[in-house]
């Protein structure tokens, strides 16, 4: 799968690529199975529940802008800080900027390919 990657640096760049590129399935494959993402404060999400809310937010056609602010690395487990925003619509249609610092916890597979174990895009104000 060319949106894994091995090396850390550029796990962001390739989940933005598939991110704007609405590619559902690629960016669910950037994540582990048991992996936890909290797209909304407080409402963790994982396996099938979290799938398909990547699905439902793609289809709004989002576009995303992520930067990594800092990476730390250890073994097989990463934390990374970085600083996002997404161009999308509300519920009324009406266009939306969300913006956000986003902690984020990776774990290397035995495949050598980076995922996300936790992705809480909001982690700086939980």
Same mark, same amino acid.
């Given at each position: 799968?060319?949106?894994?990657?091995?090396?850390?640096?550029?796990?962001?760049?390739?989940?933005?690529?598939?991110?704007?590129? =609405?590619?559902?399935?690629?960016?669910?494959?950037?994540?582990?199975?048991?992996?936890?993402?909290?797209?909304?404060?407080?409402?963790?999400?994982? =396996?099938?529940?979290?799938?398909?809310?990547?699905?439902?937010?793609?289809?709004?056609?989002?576009?995303?802008?992520?930067?990594?602010?800092?990476?730390?690395?250890?073994?097989?487990?990463?934390?990374?800080?970085?600083?996002?925003?997404?161009?999308?619509?509300?519920?009324?249609?009406?266009?939306?900027?969300?913006?956000?610092?986003?902690?984020?916890?990776?774990?290397?597979?035995?495949?050598?390919?980076?995922?996300?174990?936790?992705?809480?895009?909001?982690?700086?104000?939980?």
């Amino acid at each position: 799968m060319s949106n894994l990657t091995s090396d850390v640096e550029k796990h962001t760049a390739l989940y933005e690529a598939a991110f704007n590129a =609405g590619d559902v399935d690629a960016v669910n494959a950037m994540y582990t199975d048991e992996a936890v993402a909290v797209w909304e404060p407080g409402k963790p999400l994982t =396996g099938q529940a979290r799938k398909d809310s990547v699905k439902e937010f793609l289809a709004l056609k989002p576009k995303m802008s992520a930067k990594p602010r800092q990476t730390f690395v250890t073994g097989d487990t990463a934390l990374l800080i970085v600083d996002w925003s997404i161009a999308t619509v509300d519920e009324s249609g009406d266009p939306e900027l969300l913006t956000g610092v986003g902690v984020d916890v990776l774990r290397k597979g035995d495949d050598g390919n980076w995922r996300y174990a936790i992705d809480d895009p909001y982690g700086e104000q939980n």
